[in-house]
């Protein structure tokens, strides 16, 4: 069992930076491949980043590239998404997920585990 909780949400302007936070439990945390879904108003839910355990594969959707860095914290059990250049169409709530297979992530978009998810809005 994995409980996932997110922080780090809020209101900001365009251009701005925001860094979302994603603190699990459970011991097997560290072999579960972590991410982060957005679902934007009246939109479908999409994959925006992804990160595998051991660090060596990431993925990337392509409206965050150049923008948007996952990273991991094992010791803390955390994973963190630094977002940058905010534009007002990232404006969405945000979920943590957490799954032990990458193809969860990649290809079917239904990891196991999600967090209760957290606000961003962007103002332009």
């Known amino acids: 069992q994995v409980v996932l909780i997110e922080s780090g949400g809020g209101l900001v302007q365009a251009g701005d930076s925001l860094r979302l936070s994603c603190a699990g439990s459970g011991r097997t945390f560290e072999v579960y491949t972590m991410g982060w879904f957005r679902q934007g108003p009246g939109k479908d839910r999409e994959l925006v980043a992804a990160?595998?355990?051991?660090?060596?594969?990431?993925h990337y959707a392509d409206f965050v590239k150049g923008r948007c860095t996952i990273s991991r914290d094992a010791a803390k059990k955390t994973v963190n998404l630094q977002m940058n250049n905010l534009k007002p169409e990232d404006t969405a709530v945000y979920y943590c997920?957490?799954?032990?297979?990458?193809?969860?992530?990649?290809?079917?978009?239904?990891?196991?585990?999600w967090g209760q998810g957290t606000q961003v809005t962007v103002s332009s």
């Open positions: 990160r595998n355990c051991k660090g060596d594969s990431t």
């Open positions: 997920a957490a799954d032990l297979s990458w193809a969860q992530f990649t290809q079917t978009g239904l990891p196991s585990y």
